[in-house]
């Protein structure tokens, strides 16, 4: 079974891979992944062979190859279609940002439960929370992107399970537990934050002892 480690991991990979290609390579070893990424080369070799992603010792692998493999691995070689909930200033933000399309991401639509912010007419629309079970169903929307105010989450949460929505991207205070039919992923900026502060403030207190 694919974890959460692998998984970051191909990301890592297909960013290295992605800037090696830009660089004009054309072929990787094992040995010039791990030395980048800081793993060992047996890790890599691991991983790939668990995806079926192939090479040899002399030749090494084929950039394109191995991303095409890490974009059908990830559900990439389509595009991913994604709704967002809540369209305060993080879902506002998130719905006009265009890095999302060249990831094979498509954002199609936004929802809320104030009236004011219904806009059909856009290229990205915006539906009252009402249609939001209505909207999945009928477009087989699988991923959520959750940015409701804490009071509303968990009742957010539960309608979007009902409705069939098998990921959600949580960026609500509330840490939510992913289930055997829902997985979610919790990002709670405040304490990415906090730990970004602490981590930085013991550096300078490390370097003003040497």
Known sequence: MTNKGQILRLLNYKNL??????????????????????????????????????????????????????????????????IIVGVGRIGEALMSYQGFIKEGIQIVAGFDIEPDKTKTDTSVPIYHIDKVSDFIIENKIKICILTVPQMVAKHTVDLLSASGIGGILNFTPIKFQSTSELTINNINIVHELENLIYVVNKQKENQSKT
């Open 17 to 82: 891979l992605k800037h090696l290609q830009s660089l004009g390579f054309k072929k990787v070893f094992s040995d010039n992944i791990s030395d980048t990424l800081e793993i060992s080369s047996s890790l890599v070799r691991k991983d790939f062979g668990n995806f079926g992603i192939t090479g040899n010792r002399k030749g090494g692998y084929d950039i394109d190859s191995i991303l095409s493999k890490i974009d059908e691995i990830l559900g990439k070689d389509e595009i991913q279609r994604v």
